[in-house]
């Protein structure tokens, strides 16, 4: 242990920066479905070959990620403790108020600067940042032509509801953009279209 690092969690100052990721809540959903369609199955059975081709054996396929927001440590700009460390913000409030908007994610007045050669007591997880909500889902068939032609079409779609993922707003006290969000994580809504013969 150093002396000279005054948040490391043996000063039992509450959780630092070597913690594990605190993310509460965490659910992965996946989901493999053929679609009841086509020769052999529940519906149109027994429709003719071309029009099997286009509406039968097509699969769908989805992944959902719901994920709450991260823990975040809220930084004084200063350093008041003359070491060259990065020191916490003082909590002012028993709870501090998330607002969820990007201009204003937390309510930036529960912090103030510790006084001169003091440690912050703000700790770890007073601020969650912005959950992760997304799915993604596929839809696919393939069909064989003739003896070993076999052609497989594909549609993806990526964060099909097409759901901002915002990343965590700043938490450095003194900044001038202090509690707000500047950027995403990921893209929007994204479509691949994909074909492949084999022969």
């Not at 000279?4 to 493999?32: C, E, H, K, M, S």
């Not at 060259?84 to 108020?97: D, I, K, W």
């Not at 204003?104 to 770890?124: A, H, K, M, V």
């Not at 596929?138 to 032509?145: N, Q, V, Y």
Request: hydrophobic share 30%.
């Amino acid at each position: 242990m150093s002396i000279w690092w005054p948040l490391d969690d043996r000063l039992n100052r509450g959780p630092g920066t070597n913690q594990a990721p605190d993310t509460p809540q965490n659910f992965i959903a996946t989901l493999n479905y053929q679609l009841p369609f086509g020769r052999g199955r529940q519906f149109l059975s027994s429709v003719p070959r071309p029009v099997d081709v286009v509406l039968g054996g097509w699969q769908l396929s989805t992944i959902t990620l719901l994920q709450s927001g991260n823990a975040l440590t809220i930084k004084s700009n200063i350093d008041n403790l003359g070491s060259g460390v990065t020191n916490l913000a003082n909590l002012s409030c028993p709870t501090v108020r998330t607002f969820g908007s990007v201009s204003r994610w937390f309510d930036t007045s529960c912090f103030t600067y510790p006084g001169p050669l003091e440690l912050g007591n703000s700790g770890i997880g007073r601020v969650r940042g912005p959950g992760y909500y997304n799915s993604d889902l596929s839809l696919s068939k393939s069909t064989t032509l003739h003896d070993t032609m076999v052609i497989k079409l594909q549609a993806d779609f990526f964060n099909l509801s097409n759901t901002p993922h915002y990343s965590n707003p700043d938490t450095t006290l003194g900044d001038s953009n202090f509690g707000q969000i500047g950027g995403t994580n990921g893209t929007p809504r994204e479509v691949q279209l994909g074909l492949h013969f084999t022969f």
